[in-house]
């Protein structure tokens, strides 16, 4: 069993950034592949980001060369560094994990999942 609790959200600017975190429970935080899916207003769930176990990363399109996700396995937590943020990026992120698909972009592909912590950006 993963236990996930993120956190770091809040109200920023359009062109700001937010750091999220998301810290694992467990001892096997490293065989984990990580992800992080978004939630805006009367929309569907969608995939933001994910780091493999092996430190392999992928993104959405939408948030390409402007956020970073990244991990630390000594802390057990995962980052979504976000920069140049746009109105449309405001929604509830949620950190994910699973430990049997290391290329997982799928909801359904992952096994644990976060409480979800509010990302608003608006001026």
């Known amino acids: 069993q993963v236990q996930l609790v993120e956190s770091g959200g809040g109200l920023v600017q359009p062109g700001g950034s937010l750091r999220l975190s998301c810290a694992a429970s467990?001892?096997?935080?490293?065989?984990?592949?990580m992800g992080w899916f978004r939630q805006a207003p009367g929309k569907e769930r969608e995939f933001v980001a994910r780091i493999s176990w092996s430190g392999g990363t992928y993104y959405a399109d939408s948030v390409k060369g402007r956020f970073t996700i990244s991990r630390d396995n000594v802390k057990n937590t995962v980052y979504l560094q976000m920069n140049s943020l746009k109105p449309e990026d405001t929604a509830v992120y949620y950190c994910?994990?699973?430990?049997?698909?290391?290329?997982?972009?799928?909801?359904?592909?992952?096994?644990?999942w976060g409480q979800g912590t509010q990302v608003t950006v608006s001026s």
């Open positions: 467990g001892r096997t935080f490293s065989r984990y592949t």
């Open positions: 994910a994990a699973t430990a049997f698909k290391q290329a997982a972009v799928r909801r359904d592909e992952y096994d644990y």
